[in-house]
């Protein structure tokens, strides 16, 4: 089975403060994104990355940052939290090609 | 128009009976379709994908795909109190991007 794992479940942060959340897969998977998900507004892509160092923007960018140094890990970082990135990050992985995601479990970020 | 539509719900069906989950989408060029189950406080995990026109079945579940009409659905037969959970139902479109609807929450009665 493949296994997608992130550093935290639950998280709680100061605003202002940095903020990386570690995401590492096990099936060699090319594909590594990032999400949040937030009630009513659903799951909204912020980055993701095809291969080793490329990443792309996905729909909310803005006050986040990616790294993908090694093709099993991809981290998102809140360069400086504010209160209104309070949600649920989840991590996903796939293969090349039409295939459907693998999540991990999620963080519940607070930020205060 | 929002890219992938569902009814938010909830959608409330006695155990034993079937559910019928719906799904439109805007891109007639999108090319696969997938269902996922997302229990309240979890991750989603994939149950169904579907590429082409017709049914596609795996035990209890039946996902459905009419690209003409640009409709997906999932079926669930023998509905259980275990299936109740909000389903996503996501699609690739032309520019290879995966969008998400925001969800049926779906409650089989006892």
């Known amino acids: 089975d493949v296994k997608v794992t992130q550093s935290s479940r639950y998280l709680v942060k100061r605003t202002g403060e940095k903020v990386f959340l570690e995401c590492v897969q096990d099936m060699d998977h090319e594909n590594m994104f990032w999400y949040r998900q937030d009630p009513g507004l659903g799951l909204r892509l912020i980055y993701f990355?095809?291969?080793?160092?490329?990443?792309e923007k996905g729909d909310i960018p803005e006050g986040y940052s990616v790294s993908r140094e090694k093709k099993e890990r991809f981290s998102l970082i809140l360069e400086s939290a504010s209160t209104n990135q309070t949600s649920m990050y989840l991590c996903a992985s796939k293969p090349g090609g039409s295939y459907g995601l693998f999540f991990g479990p999620g963080t519940r970020l607070t930020v205060l | 128009q929002k890219e992938v539509e569902q009814n938010s719900g909830p959608l409330s069906v006695p155990e034993g009976a079937i559910a019928s989950l719906n799904c439109t989408y805007s891109?007639?060029?999108?090319?696969?379709f997938f269902w996922y189950r997302q229990y309240s406080g979890k991750s989603p995990e994939l149950i169904m994908s579907i590429y082409s026109n017709g049914d596609k079945e795996d035990g209890r579940f039946t996902a459905q795909l009419n690209k003409a009409s640009q409709y997906v659905s999932l079926l669930i037969r023998d509905s259980q109190p275990s299936d109740s959970a909000t389903y996503l139902c996501a699609v690739t479109g032309t520019a290879s991007k995966l969008t998400f609807g925001t969800g049926t929450r779906l409650q089989v009665t006892l």
């Open positions: 990355s095809y291969d080793v160092k490329m990443k």
């Open positions: 891109d007639r060029g999108s090319q696969s």
